[in-house]
């Protein structure tokens, strides 16, 4: 199994439309918890972390249930720019600051 | 401020040498990490530098890797006797402290690297 598991893509969605995404992590001991962008051909970018209670910035909402090892991440309102590989991404006690990253799920938003 | 830079930005070599990636991480940051992301894969971890504490090497996937990191700064992975498996993008990235992850990690550009 999977460190960090993500939905298969990928999410075709019309503008205006809501998406969300699911992912599921095997440590349960795991403490960090983010999402992160990755444009075609670019480097990944922190979206947003991902906080017990749960967190929003502008469009975007983060989830986390740590009892489910479940993550999600929202996005309301979708825009043409929003296109892109979403990345769940967690971190664990004793690992440093190493990053598992899930293979991560596409996005297109179409016009 | 400058973000990671890496270089050089693609690679091509023939199975059997021996390549160099470098990388540079935003001044000031602690901790360095490098990652691969083979096509359509997602990234995975190879190795975690964190100031002067012994590095992380559970993430390389032989001993044909090797990564060093210099004054605390600037670091060099090193790929022996390349293998056309470890044609992938390699990825820089760095963080002000890295304890737990808490810290952001900015990443490079990346190299691509193909080996023929």
């Known amino acids: 199994r999977k460190e960090v598991e993500q939905d298969p893509g990928p999410f075709n969605v019309p503008e205006g439309a809501t998406v969300a995404f699911n992912c599921t992590y095997s440590?349960?001991?795991?403490?960090?918890f983010f999402w992160y962008r990755q444009d075609c051909r670019k480097e990944p970018k922190l979206l947003m972390s991902?906080?017990?209670s749960g967190n929003e910035d502008g469009r975007f909402t983060a989830q986390l249930n740590r009892a489910s090892q479940y993550i999600s991440l929202l996005i309301r309102d979708s825009k043409l720019s929003d296109s892109a590989t979403y990345l769940c991404?967690?971190?664990?006690?004793?690992?440093?600051?190493?990053?598992?990253f899930g293979q991560g799920t596409e996005l297109s938003v179409k016009p | 401020g400058a973000g990671v830079s890496q270089s050089p930005s693609n690679k091509v070599t023939e199975k059997g040498k021996d390549v160099e990636l470098r990388c540079d991480p935003i001044?000031?940051?602690?901790?360095l990490y490098w990652y691969r992301q083979s096509l359509g894969q997602g990234l995975e971890f190879l190795i975690y530098?964190?100031?002067?504490?012994?590095?992380?090497k559970s993430g390389l996937p032989s001993d044909r890797f090797s990564a060093e990191r210099t004054g605390g700064s600037v670091s060099t992975l090193t790929i022996q006797r390349t293998q056309q498996e470890d044609s992938a993008v390699y990825l820089c990235?760095?963080?002000?402290?890295?304890?737990?992850?808490?810290?952001?990690?900015?990443f490079g550009p990346g190299t691509r690297l193909t080996v023929l």
């Open positions: 990235a760095s963080s002000l402290a890295g304890h737990f992850g808490t810290d952001t990690q900015y």
């Open positions: 440590n349960s001991a795991s403490q960090s």
């Open positions: 991902v906080y017990s």
């Open positions: 991404v967690v971190n664990g006690p004793n690992q440093g600051g190493k990053l598992i």
């Open positions: 001044s000031g940051h602690t901790a």
């Open positions: 530098f964190q100031g002067n504490s012994a590095p992380d």
